[in-house]
């Protein structure tokens, strides 16, 4: 390995979480990019971790890591990232079969309820509303859904008379479909609870379109299902309505009732009746005693007028009926016609589908016309018939080339060289076409041979490739046997195992089987999901009650311990760490809940420890006088390093001599000195930074004076501009553009590439991002940095670097406000970087 290699090594393998981090989210190196996974599973930094996931956005890992990772908000990021991906919401996220596939192996309602909601694809969101029973979501649906099959089916699923209200009266002007279908479910629950009220409006309804039938024909069909649905209300039905529908039913079968026999001689008695009845109505105030005979009189009159009536209704019904299929055959006739002439255009077009289809009409209408068709049209329909046989046998011609040419394709198939699954596709894609060539031939078509040779040459095609069918079908055998074996050694599995390990092994094995059920022939699929997903129970049930027993045992050493550091007997110190020793033999439960217990065990230790400590340190303390001036040397020295200002001159030499002199062993008092050290260090590096900042701030103000000397919006410029020190940064230009303002000879502001130039190199030296009209500037920016970082001109550091900037802006002309702003925010962070 070269000596460069040790000292260049690549962002993504520094000891920085940062660098690390920043790396991983944008570098393009292959070798980071086949390390992603690596990093998201074990590397010690969360953000890290997180962002290898994000970047690599695979299913399978933000789940697991949603589950099992450490960190609480990588776990929350990868939950968010696992929703996205099923939902289709992420750029990266899986096809529409995967993810369904995915969300059949899940038992999850949030995840459910997220894809109802978010889904992109209707057979998602259809996918994840079936396993959803929550009333308020359905509702929700069911009026936002963009689909509206889905919405209508959502409707069914409701059950509520009061969710299906406020459903129909929301849908009411959004979807009327949904909001009819609403109304209609209320009405049918409030039927099936027995109301009475909306039982009389529905048998009401039923009777008019009962009645309408005998004023309109209708089919059979229509009055067969208000039939059925009156049987399902005729109970509950008021009796007049019932009376009102049977009438009407009665009335129907009559006028349906078959033409009775020529009534020549029941005119002359139906007349002669008329006359009797007259006479009889004439004569019957004169024959009181003859009263029981005239009322038979009325009564024969009665049923006489009943049945004329009921004659003359069939009668006339059959004249209509007569008249109806008059008009039916003639409206048969113009249709034959015009199929007629649309054949002989289309033949005329040379469009085979067209006259295909048209023939076909023109058979279908000769089947039900009756009688003989008129001259013309028999003869207009042989000329077309011959016509179209000449076309058929012409088509049979030029199709039959066409499948010689799929003969021809599929016979030279296996000297190819194609994939297997290449050569069974363009087998499939050759029998349909073939298939589609005897549609459009009417399915009349006779290939005889060529249909013997096609079938024998799709057998030679696929035999060489059955050899790997054959192989892929074992190797899914081998899967399956694979996922079997796994679900016996889970099976074997004693409900109280006692290997962690092992059950957790065998659950991440189930999961990955669950996903990678692909592998396997499709028929066995839905059965080992199942039996995986039973699996997947058993054994979070295993986990679940070996997570309890240890949380459990560690909750009875935390209360232990608690009690220790209460009392504090004798031999506490033993007794904590005979504690400690239990604990680490009781093992590992849920992360989670370990890591809050571990919280709670360790601070009542602690507790334990601080007391014995205290106690050391009180017998101690009276007899260290060492540790006494050690403790004054640390408030002193804490105390300079407390105050702002510069510590007096060999103040700090004094204390750290005599310190140095006691030879402190005590390490809190070691630590407590290192860190007003540390606080010592940071004051004078503070002011340090300060000083060096002076300048780059002086000339930050002589600036904005200059500018609101420019443009006119400070009236005290001309007051402030002696009271601000003199920066050595561009003294000169900034008091000439001053004066000019005052004198009124300022120029106007600009927009120019020199402007955007110093802004795009001092925003790059600020670590911040330049708009996205300079990002070509800037990249043109950072290639000549890095020639001349190689070449040896680079800036000595950044500190010059930012002065010959900000001197080079002083002589540019005034720069337009929004890029002031540019410059004020880029300074602000410059200053901030700087060291």
């Given amino acids: 390995m070269k000596l460069t290699a040790l000292f260049n090594k690549p962002r993504w393998q520094s000891r920085n979480a940062s660098e690390r981090r920043d790396a991983v989210a944008r570098d393009q190196t292959p070798e980071l990019i086949a390390e992603l996974a690596r990093f998201a599973r074990e590397d010690d930094d969360a953000q890290v971790r997180l962002a290898a996931l994000q970047r690599l956005a695979d299913p399978a890992m933000a789940q697991r890591m949603a589950h099992d990772d450490a960190d609480a908000e990588v776990r929350k990021q990868a939950r968010s990232l696992w929703l996205d991906l099923l939902a289709g919401r992420h750029a990266k996220a899986p096809s529409v079969a995967e993810r369904l596939r995915l969300l059949r192996a899940q038992e999850d309602p949030e995840l459910d309820e997220h894809v109802a909601n978010r889904a992109t694809e209707a057979p998602l969101r259809q996918a994840a509303l079936a396993r959803i029973d929550k009333p308020s979501l359905l509702l929700t649906r069911a009026l936002e859904d963009p ?51 909306a039982v009389e409006q529905r048998a009401r309804k039923l009777c008019e379109q009962i009645e309408q039938c005998l004023r309109v024909p209708s089919a059979a069909t229509l009055e067969a299902e208000l039939i059925a649905q009156w049987r399902a209300v005729e109970a509950l039905a008021p009796a007049s309505l019932r009376t009102r529908f049977a009438t009407a039913l009665e009335l129907i079968a009559a006028a349906r009732a078959p033409r009775p026999p020529a009534a020549a001689s029941s005119a002359p008695a139906v007349a002669g009746g008329a006359d009797t009845a007259s006479a009889a109505t004439v004569a019957a105030p004169a024959a009181d005693s003859e009263a029981s005979a005239d009322d038979a009189a009325a009564a024969d009159l009665s049923a006489n007028l009943i049945a004329q009536a009921r004659f003359a209704a069939s009668l006339d019904e059959a004249q209509a009926a007569q008249r109806e299929r008059q008009q039916h055959q003639r409206a048969l006739l113009h249709d034959l016609q015009q199929a007629q002439r649309d054949c002989a255009q289309a033949l005329d077009a040379g469009a085979a589908a067209q006259a295909h289809q048209a023939k076909a009409r023109i058979d279908a209408l000769r089947e039900q016309i009756e009688g003989a068709l008129p001259g013309a049209l028999q003869q207009a329909l042989a000329a077309t018939q011959e016509r179209y046989a000449e076309l058929a046998r012409w088509q049979h011609w030029a199709d039959n080339q066409r499948r010689r040419q799929l003969c021809e394709d599929l016979e030279a198939l296996p000297a190819a060289g194609l994939h297997p699954d290449a050569v069974a596709a363009k087998v499939r894609d050759a029998q349909r076409e073939w298939q589609l060539l005897d549609k459009v031939e009417g399915g009349s078509a006779r290939v005889g041979g060529l249909a013997r040779r096609f079938h024998g040459a799709c057998r030679a095609a696929l035999e060489p490739a059955r050899g790997y069918f054959r192989k892929r079908q074992e190797l899914r055998e081998g899967h399956a046997a694979q996922v079997a074996a796994l679900l016996a050694r889970i099976a074997a599995l004693p409900t109280d195992a006692t290997d962690p390990a092992l059950v957790r092994t065998l659950r991440q094995a189930s999961a990955d089987a669950l996903r990678d059920l692909d592998r396997i022939e499709p028929r066995e699929r839905k059965g080992l999901a199942q039996s995986l997903k039973d699996a997947l129970r058993t054994l979070d049930a295993q986990i679940a009650r070996r997570d309890d027993a240890v949380a459990a045992l560690k909750s009875g050493l935390i209360a232990q311990a608690q009690a220790l550091a209460g009392e504090l007997p004798r031999g506490a110190a033993a007794s904590a760490r005979d504690l400690q020793a239990r604990w680490r033999e009781a093992g590992n439960g849920k992360r989670a809940r370990d890591q809050a217990q571990w919280q709670e065990f360790r601070s009542a230790l602690d507790r334990v ?208 406000p929004a890029l002031d702003l540019r410059l004020d925010r880029a300074l602000r962070a410059a200053l901030d970087a700087l060291p």
Wanted: glycine share 4%; proline share 2%.
């Fill in 147 to 197: 689909d509206p099959a889905i919405r209508l089916a959502l409707v069914e699923r409701i059950d509520d008379e009061k969710q299906l209200e406020r459903l129909a009266e929301r849908a009411r002007k959004s979807d009327k479909a949904v909001s009819r279908r609403a109304r209609e479910r209320i009405e049918a629950l409030r039927i099936a609870s027995g109301q009475d009220a």
């Fill in 609 to 816: 420890f601080g007391q014995l400590d205290a106690q050391r340190a009180e017998r101690s303390q009276r007899e260290d006088e060492a540790r006494n001036q050690a403790l004054a040397l640390c408030a002193e020295l804490e105390a300079i390093a407390s105050t702002e200002a510069e510590p007096e001159r060999g103040a700090v030499t004094r204390i750290e001599t005599a310190w140095n002199a006691l030879r402190v062993d005590d390490a809190g008092l070691r630590q407590r000195h290192a860190a007003a050290q540390a606080r010592l260090r940071d004051r004078a590096h503070a002011r340090e930074r300060a000083r060096r900042q002076a300048r780059f701030l002086t000339w930050q103000e002589r600036y904005r004076l200059c500018r609101n000397a420019e443009t006119g919006t400070g009236d005290d410029a001309r007051t402030q501009w002696p009271q601000v020190a003199a920066s050595d940064i561009a003294s000169i230009a900034l008091t000439q553009r001053f004066e000019q303002a005052l004198a009124g000879q300022s120029r106007a502001a600009e927009a120019t590439d020199a402007h955007r130039d110093v802004l795009v190199e001092l925003e790059a030296l600020a670590g911040i991002e330049s708009p996205a009209e300079d990002q070509e500037r800037r990249r043109a920016r950072q290639v000549e940095r890095l020639s001349a970082r190689m070449g040896g001109r680079a800036p000595s550091d950044a500190a010059h670097e930012l002065t010959g900037l900000l001197e080079r802006w002083s002589g540019l002309a005034p720069a337009v």
